[in-house]
């Protein structure tokens, strides 16, 4: 499935040790030690000195004497001018190794890569790789093309998406008897959810529900090797959750957690969080602190650290009205995407503190960090409304602000992504919208009630509450006490269940 990297005579070393690592030859200087080849290794994996240390049993002093030499063998100088040492020896590593034709995802094929490189350079050498491969490499394209969307580049991402699915049709016309059904089912999977996030098509549910059927069928073992391994890279629990179907997201990422071996730091990292996204999402706000806590326990102990993690941490802080834990997860996520290019880390970071202070009341400030993410969204092309969460928390911000024209513009662009994308989450918060704007109680409360229903449906408990508290508020305002007092109860119930702090004490203030 994946093709190796060639390199030129000139920049290969000129004599090789060849050691074999599992189910792997790994080519390396053969003037690395056995200790510093295993330091080496484990670098590539994206492990930190301490992280290496407690894999090997050794002290950090000794990690640190090792990789020292390591970089004097191949070259890499303390000036600056070769970049990132560290990085620059995972990928001579990565380069090196000569594979079996399958590569479980979590292996050192793509793991140094994955969990330490900015994603420039992840995309970069993925599509040399497929390019070295000819026929076969439409799993590289097809991580590379999600790494792309990950970095906001979604035009890029459909290129790679396209030709990952060229790809297989060659690899089918070319190989005798191959059946490529799963390749096929996860390259269409991707390229429906691209275009859905471009805004480009409606979201579509034939592809969609093929990933699902592939998901659960007893494969054999080539064919569920391939789609565990596509599974972590490309998020496919995601785009589920992005396409409001959070049943089959928890499926999928409960049996890839039940799978995954407890080893595979990885794969475990990514469904974690995964499950987290989605967690915050359908409301099981404990469920989630327990994955991620989970995941950062994980990565302190093999000395890595996600910006995605920290991310979402940040917004289930927020949410809780935890304005301390929330800062310290939002500074942590703020390094760790800047250090690798992640976009969607970053307009996640910004959306979790917008929502920190339109919990505490502070409208100005949420608009002032919410506005600025409009624009970097559209000008990354990314459309899909239950990707964009924040836009209708700008909407309430601004019309909280006295900002009625702002409100109505970002409504207007939301209302076009919803019909563009047929997004259900999106409708659901552009009714909500639509009611903050209502020229008359009536419309207002008429408006609110199809948001509670809706967000009741797609199972989004935390924003259905937010729709109910605005019900009842509009219910109370129309004199209609009783029936304002029995929504406002809901919703002061429904966010004491996901842990909603600020805002049950707001509902409750209304009783």
């Known amino acids: 499935m994946y093709g190796l990297r060639r390199t030129s005579a000139a920049n290969a070393p000129s004599a090789q040790a060849q050691t074999v690592r599992g189910d792997r030859l790994t080519l390396l200087p053969a003037s690395l030690s056995s200790r510093e080849s295993d330091v080496l290794e484990l670098v590539a994996e994206g492990l930190s000195n301490e992280g290496i240390a407690n894999r090997l049993f050794i002290s950090p002093k000794t990690v640190e004497s090792a990789l020292s030499s390591v970089f004097l ?39 140094a890569l994955l969990t330490s490189a900015p994603f420039d350079t992840v995309v970069n050498v993925l599509e040399q790789r497929a390019a070295d491969a000819a026929v076969g490499a439409w799993g590289l394209l097809a991580a590379a093309s999600w790494c792309l969307a990950i970095s906001d580049d979604l035009d890029h991402a459909v290129v790679l998406a396209e030709r990952s699915s060229a790809d297989v ?45 592939l998901a659960a069928l007893p494969l054999r073992h080539h064919e569920r090797a391939v789609f565990d391994a596509m599974e972590s890279v490309l998020e496919i629990a995601n785009w589920f959750a992005f396409s409001d179907r959070p ?100 307009w996640r970071t910004d959306a979790a503190e917008g929502l920190l202070r339109l919990g505490l009341g502070d409208a100005h400030g949420a ?12 000008g990354a092309g990314l459309r899909l409304p239950s990707v964009r969460m924040w836009e209708a928390d700008l909407v309430e911000a ?18 076009t992504d919803v019909e563009a994308t047929g997004s259900r989450w999106g409708a659901a918060a552009l009714m909500r919208c639509h009611g903050l704007l209502a020229s ?28 109910e508290l605005l019900l009842g508020s509009s219910l ?36």
């Open 73 to 111: 063998k191949l070259g890499l100088g303390e000036d600056g001018r070769d970049g990132n040492r560290r990085v620059k020896a995972a990928m001579y590593f990565v380069s090196l190794q000569t594979t079996r034709p399958l590569v479980p995802l979590g292996h050192q094929e793509l793991t």
């Open 169 to 213: 049709d060659m690899l089918v016309a070319t190989t005798q008897g191959s059946d490529q059904r799963a390749a096929r089912i996860i390259v269409d999977g991707l390229i429906v959810t691209l275009m859905a996030m471009r805004g480009a098509a409606p979201l579509s549910s034939r592809e969609l529900d093929d990933v699902a059927t």
């Open 247 to 346: 049943a089959e997201a928890a499926a999928i990422l409960d049996r890839r957690l039940d799978r995954v071996d407890d080893f595979d730091d990885f794969s475990q990292n990514s469904a974690l969080c995964c499950l987290g996204e989605l967690e915050i999402r359908r409301g099981r706000w404990q469920r989630c602190d327990d994955s991620l806590q989970r995941l950062l326990q994980r990565e302190r102990a093999c000395g890595q650290s996600s910006g995605y993690a920290h991310a979402l941490a940040a917004r289930l802080s927020a949410g809780r009205g935890d304005t301390a834990s929330a800062r310290a997860h939002l500074r942590a996520a703020r390094t760790a995407a800047t250090a690798r290019g992640d976009h969607s880390t970053r």
């Open 367 to 378: 608009a002032k960090v919410l506005g600025p993410l409009v624009g970097r969204a559209d």
């Open 398 to 415: 601004q019309v909280r602000c006295g900002d009625a024209a702002g409100a109505r513009l970002t409504t207007k662009w939301l209302m």
């Open 440 to 467: 008359s109680g009536a419309a207002a409360i008429s408006e609110f009630e199809s948001s509670t229903d809706l967000f009741g449906r797609i199972d989004a408990p935390f924003e259905q509450a937010r729709s």
């Open 476 to 511: 109370a305002g129309s004199g209609r006490d009783d029936a304002a007092t029995i929504h406002i109860c809901r919703a002061r119930d429904l966010f004491e269940a996901v842990g909603a702090v600020p805002w049950a004490a707001a509902a409750t203030s209304l009783l």
